[in-house]
């Protein structure tokens, strides 16, 4: 299941050590679109011994995602996944039972420390798999009660299979990829034209934020910033965007375009930053709306 994943080698390394010396609780950091919940199921299904295609209806299995609204995880979620685990399993395996959370950041600070009392005493038959862009978006107290996974990007090398399997043609492919960033989902989504992937809404979004005024960008400001994740993820896709123009105008020589998508690709790349680590949302918009 896992080698069925496209990871980089580091990351294979890890998910390997931690299937063969498992913990009741692990982190999955990397970004949107790198495979995150992917390689949870993978994990999951290792240590359970369940198929691909029997996870969703094995009993003693959950996912919990943030609410599509509001991009949160409330502390009712977590009570409800309390008394998930308060029911008994059957079996002799080590591991029986395995919750997912996916977008961990999205957890309240409520839901964060009601979560954190599941971490201090986990249940001895569970295994507990968090997803989230950052380590630095969930309290330390959990962090220092998980195993954290790094997920890196794959090389372009690792890549090329799911490139060829397409049938694209060439042209199509090095825009697909410079615009994932070399992200295995968002790659997939684009080279299949899949406009419902949550990536995809968010580099056309990106785009077109680019062709409005000053203006217009500002007066967008105000609904983005009320939902952090989104507006983390459209900042993501201009700096993707931006790395992909800067890419096409060195090739083509053009130095004016290269000095204006450096410097969209920078402003995008700071304000990324800046959000991850909790700045005010609205200002950080209000500043890169201003430098693009």
């Known amino acids: 299941m896992i080698d069925d994943l496209v990871l980089h080698d580091s990351t294979l390394d890890q998910v390997r050590n931690f299937i063969a010396n498992p913990v009741h609780a692990l982190l999955l950091t990397g970004p949107d679109g790198i495979g995150k919940t992917a390689i949870a199921r993978a994990l999951v299904c290792a ?3 369940v198929s691909q295609d029997k996870l969703a209806a094995y009993p003693h299995y959950s996912e919990i995602a943030s609410t599509a609204a509001t991009g949160t995880v409330s502390i009712e979620t977590v009570r409800e996944l309390q008394k998930f685990l308060q029911l008994k399993t059957i079996g002799t395996k080590a591991l029986r039972r395995a919750i997912v959370i996916e977008h961990a950041q999205g957890m309240t600070t409520e839901a964060q420390n009601a979560f954190l009392k599941l971490l201090e005493e986990p ?6 798999v968090l997803t989230a862009d950052s380590p630095r978006s969930l309290l330390p107290t ?5 195993q954290a996974v790094t997920v890196h990007i794959p090389s372009e090398e690792q890549l090329q299979p799911i490139m060829a399997a397409s049938g694209k043609d060439e042209a199509t492919l090095r825009q697909a990829y410079f615009l994932s960033g070399g992200l ?37 400001v105000d609904a983005l910033s009320k939902q952090k994740d ?13 790395e992909a123009m800067l890419a096409q105008a060195a090739t083509k020589g053009d130095e004016a375009r290269v000095g204006q998508w ?10 990324g930053e800046a959000l991850d680590h909790s700045v005010n949302t609205k200002l ?5 709306f201003l430098h693009l």
Do not use: Y
């Open 47 to 49: 240590l359970l011994d």
């Open 142 to 146: 959990i962090m220092s009660r998980v």
């Open 123 to 128: 249940p001895a038959d569970t295994l507990l």
């Open 230 to 242: 989104s507006a983390k993820m459209l900042v993501a896709a201009l700096q993707r965007i931006a």
């Open 284 to 288: 950080a918009l209000s500043n890169l």
């Open 184 to 220: 295995p989902g968002l790659l997939c989504a684009l080279i299949r034209g899949d406009e419902t992937h949550p990536l995809i809404t968010s580099v056309t979004d990106a785009k077109a934020v680019l062709q409005k005024t000053p203006f217009e960008r500002l007066a967008m």
């Open 262 to 271: 450096h410097r969209i690709r920078k402003a995008a790349l700071t304000t």
